[in-house]
């Protein structure tokens, strides 16, 4: 008895410590950020972190404050895409300029493997515009990532793309990616019940965005410009907007941090509406890089403002 006793305790010892190696090995920091990733937004540089954790070192081209919309590579950018594992982008409709880059990384020269390039966003996810318009892809609205839910579908495609450029990181990867989807849930079902009874039914933002978000969450956007902030928009237009807000009792204008919205102010200031924040997030502002704020909490404050923007309950 004592024998079969003691020989028991050394099984559940030797049991324990085989299971606290294997937790060990699970908590122990991954080599540490040698896979290099290029992001070209936000967006996918927080989905990109959350699913590569430590294992990656990220690269985003566009810099927080900038109009992302305008961001052209610079030639040390491409050699940086060249010499990456992994070039993360939106769609063509975004960045026009990733398909020409991803063409040249992939025959980059001599010493450097290839590098893996992934376009998180598809032409039906980004939604076809099937008002007779050409099939440019300027009617296409690339903003799929305010939609939390097809944030979950871009974080898809980036895990398949980091397990296929390191396999060795494919259970680490599901896992973060796993816990990243719990989250986006939660964040849509919070965006959802927020935005759930409302008194109205539109908001007037600065420039088309919110598509997908407005989908989503059941409310339309008045643009004051369209799919791309520097698309102007003519006085009718803005006449326009200003009669539909006195028709439909919008008192509130949705403002863009990184564009100077002199367009949103001086009707604010025409039609006496307040102006609110709403973060297209396709970079952050640099005080939201320094201090840290990320993707999950920049749609909380969206959720917010749309909350009071559309009078919901
Ligand atoms: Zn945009």
Redesign the pocket.
């Known amino acids: 008895m004592n024998f079969s006793r003691s020989a028991l305790l050394v099984i559940l010892l030797v049991a324990i410590s085989t299971v606290a190696i294997a937790c060990d090995g699970d908590l122990e920091p991954p080599p540490g950020g040698e896979i290099t990733v290029i992001t070209t937004t936000y967006p996918l540089t927080f989905l990109s972190e959350k699913i590569g954790g430590n294992r990656i070192t990220i690269k985003q081209l566009a810099k927080p404050g900038v109009e992302?919309?305008d961001f052209e590579p610079a030639p040390s950018d491409i050699r940086d895409i060249s010499n990456s594992d992994l070039f993360i982008y939106n769609h063509p409709a975004f960045e026009s300029w990733a398909l020409n880059a991803a063409a040249s990384a992939a025959s980059a020269d001599g010493d450097n493997s290839p590098t893996v390039t992934v376009q998180t966003i598809n032409l039906e996810a980004a939604g076809e515009n099937h008002g007779g318009q050409e099939e440019d892809h300027s009617t296409f609205d690339a903003?799929v990532w305010l939609n939390p839910l097809k944030a979950q579908e871009q974080a898809d495609r980036i895990l398949s793309a980091l397990i296929e450029v390191d396999p060795e990181g494919a259970q680490i990867y599901t896992r973060n990616a796993d816990g990243l989807d719990v989250e986006l849930q939660a964040l849509d079902d919070l965006i959802g019940k927020q935005i759930s009874s409302c008194e109205l039914d539109s908001v007037v933002v600065s420039?088309l965005?919110f598509g997908h978000m407005a989908e989503r969450y059941g409310f339309g956007q008045i643009g004051l410009a369209g799919?791309?902030?520097e698309f102007e928009s003519g006085p009718a237009q803005i006449a326009g907007v200003i009669k539909k807000m006195n028709d439909l009792g919008i008192s509130h204008i949705m403002q863009e941090p990184n564009v100077s919205d002199r367009l949103a102010e001086t009707v604010a200031a025409e039609t006496g509406a307040e102006l609110l924040t709403l973060h297209?997030l396709?970079v952050r502002t640099s005080e939201q890089a320094s201090s840290g704020v990320d993707y999950l909490e920049i749609m909380k404050s969206n959720a917010d403002a749309l909350q009071t923007a559309l009078r919901c309950d």
């Open positions: 992302a919309h903003h420039h965005a799919l791309s902030p297209p396709e």
